[in-house]
């Protein structure tokens, strides 16, 4: 027993000295549950809402106040016509409108009756739904506290634009496909580059008559052209099976999905740059590309609802703008111009992986 005590004693030794396996035993865990604990809701909160105000009196700025006191919601921009509508959707910075009818309070008075239209952007079906259900809500609360001394009535429309039937299909589709494309070429690219150094191969490789750079397109390549088949099969089922719209064009498409490869394969590249084994790509492919795009990208879980520090983290991720590009190309058919912030991200983070791996691997040969 005291020989077993020393070895169990000399394996706790070894444990809490290597810091990686500290890391897992401990950090894992923590970094799992608050990532999760954090993200994994189905409540919306702030969702930037605008509203269309034809009436400006008494009762839609009531309505207007009440929907700015509730959490649900973050009011502050107003739009003049409903051919604004189309384009602030677009944009992606709003994800409904509510639209208050000419002479509002004189029907409400006169008639009993007014409407509100909730128009919504519904590429996150769930998100469209649940801010259709709140506002629903809200505006019911509202008549309830008003009808019992006016016996008012306020008909309540819902219009959901880019996906009406709210076929959950249309934001499975590019989630999918962002997931697919991330995985492949940055967690295989990583995993490929320190296969060849852990085995001794890459050194090989190196000294060769070709010169780096042209061993590095040539491991990476195949990755390129898998990826862009992958692609073009789930956009070609999304489309010929499940119904998926392609409003856009497919050139611009193709550009976007091909930049984003080059995205995901230069952050594989750099994984593999500070990795020396193939265990180590794999932990930190799986802790910082698999989790991260699944939870933060938008893919499943509203953004707008997560605590701030983790929407800002959010940013760092290629995914979550590749989402935004590949629904408002298929669902909304935008254009360059409406799409230029998020493919410029992409284009800073292809170069500064790049760069970083550059500055990396000549570290290395130094």
Known sequence: MKRFRGFVKKEFFHIFRDKRSLFILFGMPIAQILLFGFAITNEINNVEVAILDYAKDSESEKIIEKLKASDYFNIENEITNEKAIASEFKKGKIKAVLLFEKDFTKKLQTEKKATIQVITDAT?????????????????????????????????????????????????????????LMLVSAMMTSISITREKELGTMEVLLVSPLKPFQVIIGKVFPYVFLSIINAIVIVSMGYFIFGMPINGSLF????ESILFIVTALSLGIFISTISKTQQTAMMISLMGLMLPVIILSGFIFPIASMPLPMQVMSNIIPAKWFIIIVKSIMLKGVGLQYIAKETMILVVMTSVFIGLSIKKYKTRLE
């Open 124 to 180: 996150e079906p769930n998100i469209a739904n649940t801010i259709a259900n709140y506002t629903q809500s809200i505006l019911l609360n509202y008549q309830n506290q008003n009808s019992s001394a006016n016996n008012i009535g306020i008909n309540i429309q819902t219009r959901m634009l880019y996906n009406p039937e709210l076929k959950s299909v249309f934001n499975f589709v590019p989630g999918v496909m962002t997931v697919i």
């Open 252 to 255: 611009l498409l193709a550009f």
